[in-house]
């Protein structure tokens, strides 16, 4: 074989490349649209014999034998799995809203939602992030693990107002209201310094507990502004966002001056640091507290992103946490707006597993 590349060979490999993985991608998906619309059925079949017919258990551990007989132990016609889709429809059949997209993750990632999730709403949440953002398996069961849900419902940020549309969603999702530092080892009344200190040392913990697609630039990052020298806390980069994240840490509760603090690094970090492609730098303010009305008046003058949360060092949420989150209809408005991301659906590239 000639070792010569013809002219325009490249651009024709890499042009041929690019349809072969969407024609794959595209393929893989209908496979899984038509798997989870036959377990759908098969649960709708279950579920209405169960109702007109007194269907028990010993029925559906005979109906698994059958079916396993005729497809194989690894079929999928396990007992269990049975039960999960007469759960997966009795759950989904009367959310229409819900139902377009039920076909767009995995059914593994359906179970792991079927089973750790049990409200109505908790669910959908999931079930709409995994859809969106291509979730992994794992990285759902770590956001479940870490109750993203009410960290995503409770988050005080500006993104709304302050960031472009395209990434107002995924920012509100990538900042949490509140952090957990277990890994730290520090008695309650740290300092600032030790504080940052034992981030710094546990670093690979505190990248996982800020999320996917965080990546650390620095420490007490510095930065010139006239004839003074300032430095941030932390300064890390997201990939996705594509933001530079401005992180101050503070062991007390917050302030209303600790917003105008950060407003003044976001500027210095656009004017001098962020790349013409990227997009403006996030601030997160990390406080031992916070009164949430407080942050409200802060935030409604701050023309910069920024989120504002806590963190705590013990493995649990605070005990009023959930006693905190937006009343059902709240929460369903919010759900609803996210509608569908036409940009994590058409990524040739994704990994079989994110369906």
């Keep these: ?22 024609a794959q991608y595209a393929a893989l998906k209908a496979v899984n649209r038509e798997l989870i619309q036959l377990y759908w059925e098969i649960g709708h079949s279950i579920d209405e014999r169960q109702q007109n017919e007194g269907w028990g258990k010993a029925v559906v551990e005979r109906l698994s034998h059958d079916l396993k007989l005729e497809f194989g132990e690894k079929s999928g016609f396990s007992t269990q799995n049975l039960w999960y889709m007469r759960q997966f429809y009795r759950e989904y059949s009367m959310l229409q809203n819900l ?3 039920v076909g767009e993750i995995s059914w593994s990632k359906h179970i792991i939602i079927l089973a750790k999730c049990k409200e109505p709403l908790q669910r959908e949440f999931y079930l709409r992030a995994t859809a969106r953002y291509g979730w992994t398996k794992r990285v759902l069961e770590h956001q479940i693990e870490n109750a993203t849900y009410e960290k995503y419902l409770l988050n005080q940020t500006n993104f709304d107002k302050a960031l472009p549309d395209s990434i107002v969603s995924h920012a509100k999702l990538a900042v949490k209201d509140h952090y957990i530092f277990d890994f730290l080892d520090l008695s309650d009344d740290h300092e600032e310094r030790e504080l940052e200190g034992a981030i710094i040392g546990n670093l690979r913990q505190f990248l996982a507990e800020m999320g996917a697609n965080f990546a650390f630039l620095g420490s007490q990052y510095k930065l010139k ?15 996705e966002l594509r933001s530079l994240i401005a992180i101050e840490l503070k062991i007390g509760e917050f302030q209303p001056e600790h917003k105008g603090k950060m407003e003044f690094y976001l500027t210095a970090l656009n004017e001098q640091v962020k790349l013409p492609e990227e997009n403006d730098a996030i601030g997160i303010i990390i406080c031992k507290s916070k009164d949430k009305t407080v942050v409200e008046y802060a935030l409604k003058t701050a023309v910069q992103p920024i989120g504002i949360a806590t963190y705590s060092l013990t493995p649990h949420l605070p005990d009023n946490y959930r006693n905190l989150l937006p009343s059902e209809t709240e929460i369903a408005e919010r759900l609803q707006a ?3 991301d036409a940009l994590s659906e058409n990524d040739p590239n994704k990994d079989t597993d994110s369906f």
């Design 1 to 22: 074989m000639s070792t010569l590349e013809p002219q325009g060979y490249g651009l024709l490999l890499s042009e041929l490349k690019q349809r072969i993985y969407t």
């Design 99 to 101: 139902q377009p997209l």
């Design 225 to 239: 502004v006239g004839q003074k020298e300032y430095f941030i806390d932390l300064l890390l980069y997201h990939r």
């Design 338 to 340: 996210w509608g569908r």
